[in-house]
């Protein structure tokens, strides 16, 4: 009998996906990360609703404490980014660090299974001519999750499958109410784990970063007021800058060696080209030259085409065919060819280079 691993939240989308394997025949074994430190209201509620679901399925359910590994990856991480004045994604370094790296070394080396599965909404296929397993949009664009799953390893991929990559969310819900899961009526996550657990992203960093007033400059340095922390400013931000101005102000920069916000109309938040690091072609062999493809530069925003150049050392250079409003150092630029994810990397400061 086929065996999987399948990483259960406690939420409406992993309970589906595991009861869908199991009516598929498979064996199934429930895995719970227990991720965050002190405030996880939501990890400890969701370590019970998975456990219910085990329970309701008559499956094995394991509870692995990863609180560390989820305070070094993402706490810490976040907490540096946010302090050297860039926006860190960390969703797709959980993805890779925290998630399918650990749950597919529990499963094979404690458990003896070569496979997990997910609640995500993204596929995964196999492409023969170039023996590489690809990774490709849900079917379901509006929950597609494609995007924060560019980090992922050949190895992750082969032993991953993804049960709701075909389905609508609207799907999903029928079917865990035809499963009659204790799940079926929870609510959306709507943010990122950390916001959703502390309020707000301010709320979080306020936590670990102390309050540190300085300047809000123009962009010859001229001062047009104060700011209290530049870990609550991000580029593009427009709202909340707290200056009157004749048109829109946006925030252009943040200078953490000066403890600066920099400040300037839409045209200087534009971008004609962005350097990406830290990248990984998760579909596709490392291009040696230039190729085209269409970049998604923030997850909520689209795909716009571009001539990706590649650099040395893991590094990209990406010229987009219209100049891009608020491109964030530490956001993701994620590649796609069609439905394909290529690969994707983490936008650099633009003096980087
Ligand atoms: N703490 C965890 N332990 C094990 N697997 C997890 C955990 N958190 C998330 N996952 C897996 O990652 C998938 C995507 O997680 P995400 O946080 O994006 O939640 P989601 O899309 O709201 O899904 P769900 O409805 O299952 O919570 C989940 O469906 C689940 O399979």
């Given at each position: 009998m086929n065996r999987v691993v399948v990483g259960l939240s406690g939420g409406v989308d992993s309970s589906v996906a595991a009861?869908?394997?199991?009516?598929?025949?498979?064996?199934?074994?429930?895995?719970?990360?227990?991720?965050m430190k002190g405030k996880g209201q939501c990890c400890s509620e969701g370590m019970v609703d998975a456990a219910f679901i085990c329970e309701q399925l008559g499956i094995p359910h394991h509870i692995v404490d990863s609180r560390d590994v989820f305070q070094h990856?993402?706490?810490?991480?976040?907490?540096?980014?946010?302090?050297?004045?860039?926006?860190?994604l960390p969703c797709s370094q959980c993805n890779r660090a925290v998630k399918f790296g650990p749950m597919l070394s529990y499963a094979r080396e404690q458990l003896g299974i070569d496979q997990i599965a997910t609640g995500h909404y993204a596929r995964i296929q196999y492409e023969a001519t170039s023996a590489r397993y690809q990774l490709l949009?849900?079917?379901?664009?509006?929950?597609?999750?494609?995007?924060?799953?560019?980090?992922?390893?050949?190895?992750?991929?082969?032993?991953?499958?993804?049960p709701l990559g075909e389905l609508k969310k609207t799907e999903t819900r029928r079917l865990a109410a035809e499963y009659n899961l204790k799940t079926a009526d929870k609510p959306e996550?709507?943010?990122?784990?950390?916001?959703?657990?502390?309020?707000?992203?301010?709320?979080?960093?306020?936590?670990?970063i102390s309050?540190?007033?300085?300047?809000?400059?123009?962009?010859?340095?001229?001062?047009l007021g104060q700011h209290n922390g530049i870990h609550h400013y991000t580029i593009g931000q427009r709202k909340g800058i707290?200056?009157?101005?004749?048109?829109?102000?946006?925030?252009?920069?943040?200078?953490?060696?000066?403890?600066?916000v920099i400040?300037?109309?839409?045209?200087h938040a534009t971008q004609p080209e962005c350097t990406v690091g830290r990248v990984n072609w998760v579909s596709i062999p490392e291009p040696t030259a230039p190729i085209r493809a269409t970049a998604q530069v923030r997850y909520r925003s689209p795909a716009v085409p571009v001539t990706v150049i590649p650099l040395e050392g893991n590094r990209m250079k990406l010229v987009?065919?219209?100049?891009?409003?608020?491109?964030?150092?530490?956001?993701?630029?994620?590649?796609?060819?069609?439905?394909?994810?290529?690969?994707?990397?983490?936008?650099?400061?633009p003096t980087a280079g």
């Open positions: 009861a869908t394997l199991h009516r598929q025949g498979y064996e199934v074994v429930g895995l719970t990360l227990w991720l990856y993402i706490v810490d991480y976040l907490v540096s980014g946010y302090e050297a004045g860039i926006t860190p949009r849900a079917v379901d664009l509006t929950k597609d999750q494609s995007y924060f799953l560019y980090d992922l390893t050949q190895d992750q991929l082969a032993g991953t499958v993804f996550s709507q943010d990122l784990c950390l916001i959703e657990s502390h309020g707000s992203m301010k709320a979080f960093l306020d936590k670990y309050q540190s007033s300085g300047n809000i400059v123009d962009v010859d340095g001229k001062v707290g200056i009157a101005a004749a048109q829109p102000l946006y925030v252009i920069g943040i200078d953490a060696g000066r403890n600066q400040v300037g109309d839409r045209t987009f065919d219209e100049p891009q409003f608020s491109v964030t150092p530490g956001q993701a630029a994620v590649l796609y060819e069609g439905d394909i994810v290529l690969g994707g990397g983490i936008i650099e400061r």
